[in-house]
Every structure is written in C-alpha cells, then in structure tokens.
C-alpha cells in the first residue's frame, strides 16, 4: 500500500519524520525553500515465517533516498515497533 504526499517543503520533514534518518543531500536541501514528494509506502515482511509483520517507509522522490522506516509486527490496531 502507498501514498504521495505532494509539495512536502524540506523544512517539514523534520516535523513529519521526527525518527527520521537524513542524509545529507536531503539536510543541504532543509536549509531551502524547496519541496519534494514525499513516498510512503508499507508493505509486508515475510522474513520471518508465520509472523505477521510490516514495514513502513517514506522516501523522498527528489533525492531518491529513504527518510524514514519502521518495522511493525502483530495484527490491526494491535501492531508494535520492532
């Protein structure tokens, strides 16, 4: 499953993404007025057998690296950090 999350200024990311990991293509482009589209997508972890499990990223589309991912486990609304 996947989301655009479009004109997302540089200076929002840091708001949005408060565990995010920038590099630093993406914190030169924080100190601008620019804005990006902003990916994010989840997605199923089959790297554990019978385990229901997700990842969750958010990648920036303009410089094409990933901001952010989370891995989850359990089911629905009882999903947890890993």
């Known amino acids: 499953m996947f989301r655009e999350r479009k004109k997302i200024r540089f200076t929002d990311l ?4 408060p565990k995010g990991k920038f590099d630093e293509k993406v914190k ?3 100190n601008g007025e620019g804005t990006t589209t902003v990916l994010e ?7 554990v057998k ?11 589309m ?3 690296t990933v901001l952010y991912e989370q891995k989850m486990r359990g ?3 009882m999903l947890t950090n890993i």
Request: glycine content about 4%; charged content about 25%.
């Open 14 to 17: 840091e708001i949005l993404y």
């Open 28 to 30: 030169r482009m924080m």
């Open 41 to 47: 997508v989840v997605c199923r972890d089959y790297s």
């Open 50 to 60: 019978n385990e229901e499990a997700y990842i969750h990223y958010a990648i920036c």
């Open 62 to 64: 303009t410089t094409e």
């Open 75 to 77: 089911l629905g609304s």
